[in-house]
């Protein structure tokens, strides 16, 4: 038996295999056991739950600490069969053995590929606990603090800490859990062969001055004739084995600088790091599997950044909502090659950093336990005697801002927890930041009249909005409920009523009719994250319908047409 309660005494094997069983269960109930009602029971009365394998003989049960009604349940312990204690490498094959005898499509090497990442997961959660309980620097104090504190990560993904292609060694270099800083390394790319493109009414961002310094001493007369382009140390060993790379190197259209400036630090989507000495941002690419998928930047997504900062800044996005800010990503560069498999490994994104550092956090983070307390880092913030004030300001600030910005100009974003900050002022929400802009998405009916709605950034008002429901109803409130009412002691559903209460007011005030459908719909749809991983169809993932605990509404509303619904 394997128990949870007070979670400090776990040691660091006890503590990864207890989360990567309880993201495996919670993945599997929501993408397999809703259709498969028979596999996975719970008694809401004595709060015990039950999961049949029939395909391996064996029952896993147990008690529940908290029951989730979005799904992130948390488990007392587990127990399997006559009480062993459930090892995560043991679960993995009982689920698969049951996905196989319903999905053909898994094939014995997705199987092990798929177990071979949660293994990656696993052990990485490893060093990362380990060296949780030893940090004197595990506190969440600002912005930086906050994007190198995210241990455990999505709550419901099978291997949210996989890093397939980074060796220990690279783990414990490179990776943001462990609070690690670098020099980045530079080449000097040149200018047939160099593209850089820039946000119209944003400022360019310099490199820092001491990396100038350094490339005018290493390339002398030459320096005019050559951009500069940051990599992250990893990825400049990793390209320079790729021949299209050695030729440019050879016919000096790359000069190899090494490593030199200001220090970096890795920001909780590992291969992004912000350097404070620029007050910058840089999305950098990294050719190994961040969760499920290699994290370069090609030609598409730079295409889309790039597209969605400019028409943002030309509609004015957020531009009546005083707390509620984008954080543009405000130029692209790279090595440009014939090939853009080959481009997308020399390819980065400037973000500059508009916000107090002091206090503002990576919202992921805030809704995350760490080890050794069962409450949320928020709550370290602020007075949870005042949580209901809070929530409320939140609503104010992120969630009917982004209805209202949908309502009137079609802008739609991937707002999930990643990838907004929060700013606080005396414990309370003062802004509210969106970034990321490569998930921008506009409805074609509402855009501007000389935009060429051929392009990516556009889609219809039924796949633009699908994509706001799934992003911050789903996967951001959802988790961000859960974290609040598990800390509190209370049901999520007392939290979604207060999200219910601020809708209906917006609604009557506005006739928003994605309002109306937040309202009114039965269900909404998730990423199949387990099964998509499984599958090997990451990029174009299948969803599973979610209860919306919104729609129990009064007489005004029900019954009424309902949007996409």
Not at 65 to 83: C, K, L, P, Q
Not at 201 to 217: C, M, N, P, T, W
Not at 302 to 322: H, I, Q
Request: with cysteine; charged share 25%.
């Amino acid at each position: 038996m394997l128990g949870t309660g007070k979670k400090q005494w776990l040691n660091r094997q006890e503590q990864a295999n207890y989360h990567t069983c309880k993201t495996l269960l919670n993945c599997y109930v929501r993408e397999f056991c809703y259709e498969h009602s028979s596999l996975f029971s719970i008694n809401h009365q004595e709060n015990t739950y039950e999961f049949d394998f029939p395909a391996s003989d064996v029952i896993l049960s147990g008690e529940l600490s908290y029951y989730s009604a979005i799904g992130e349940h948390e488990y007392e312990h587990y127990r399997v069969n006559n009480g062993q204690e459930l090892d995560y490498a043991d679960l993995v094959q009982w689920i698969v053995r049951e996905l196989q005898q319903h999905h053909s499509f898994i094939t014995n090497e997705k199987a092990i590929d798929f177990s071979n990442k949660v293994a990656n997961s696993y052990r990485n959660l490893n060093i990362f606990v380990e060296h949780s309980i030893h940090s004197t620097h595990a506190r969440m104090l600002d912005y930086l603090s906050s994007e190198q504190s995210l241990l455990y990560g999505h709550p419901l993904h099978p291997f949210p800490k996989n890093t397939l292609g980074f060796a220990e060694d690279d783990v414990r270099k490179f990776c943001p859990e462990l609070q690690a800083s670098f020099q980045l390394c530079y080449m000097a790319v040149r200018k047939d062969v160099y593209r850089e493109e820039w946000v119209t009414g944003k400022s360019r961002i310099a490199l820092h001055e001491s990396v100038q310094l350094y490339v005018q001493r290493m390339l002398q007369e030459k320096s005019g004739d050559y951009g500069v382009l940051p990599l992250h140390p990893w990825q400049y060993e990793h390209v320079q084995a790729i021949k299209a790379v050695k030729d440019y190197i050879e016919e000096e259209k790359i000069i190899l600088l090494g490593s030199c400036g200001p220090l970096a630090y890795p920001t909780s989507s590992v291969r992004t790091v912000y350097i404070p000495a620029m007050r910058c941002n840089i999305k950098l690419p990294l050719n190994i599997q961040i969760t499920n998928m290699r994290r370069n930047n090609n030609k598409e997504q730079m295409r889309r950044t790039l597209d969605a900062a400019n028409y943002l800044v030309k509609r004015s996005c957020f531009d009546k909502e005083l707390s509620t800010q984008i954080a543009y990503e405000v130029g692209v560069c790279e090595c440009h090659f014939e090939e853009d498999d080959i481009t997308k490994l020399l390819a980065v994104a400037y973000r500059p950093i508009e916000f107090d550092e002091t206090s503002t956090f990576v919202l992921s983070s805030l809704v995350e336990a760490p080890m050794k307390d069962e409450t949320p880092r928020l709550f370290a913030l602020m007075d949870r005697r005042h949580i209901e004030r809070w929530f409320q300001q939140y609503l104010d600030i992120s969630l009917l801002p982004i209805v209202r910005i949908a309502e009137e100009k079609g802008i739609h974003f991937e707002a999930h927890l990643q990838n907004c900050l929060l700013t606080l002022k005396n414990g309370m929400p003062q802004a509210f930041i969106i970034r990321d802009l490569e998930g921008v998405s506009v409805n074609r009916e509402k855009a501007v009249e000389d935009a060429d709605t051929t392009g990516l950034l556009f889609y219809s008002k039924e796949e633009a909005w699908a994509r706001t429901t799934y992003y911050f109803i789903v996967n951001h409130l959802g988790s961000l409920i859960h974290a609040i009412a598990k800390g509190v002691q209370v049901g999520e559903e007392y939290f979604w009523g207060m999200v219910r209460e601020a809708l209906k007011q917006e609604y009557e005030e506005s006739g928003n009719e994605y309002v109306l459908h937040l309202l009114t719909a039965n269900v909404f749809y998730a990423k199949k994250n387990m099964m998509s991983c499984l599958a090997g169809n990451s990029e174009t993932p299948s969803y599973v319908p979610v209860n919306n605990r919104m729609n129990n509404v009064g007489s005004e509303t029900n019954g009424t047409n309902r949007l996409l619904g």
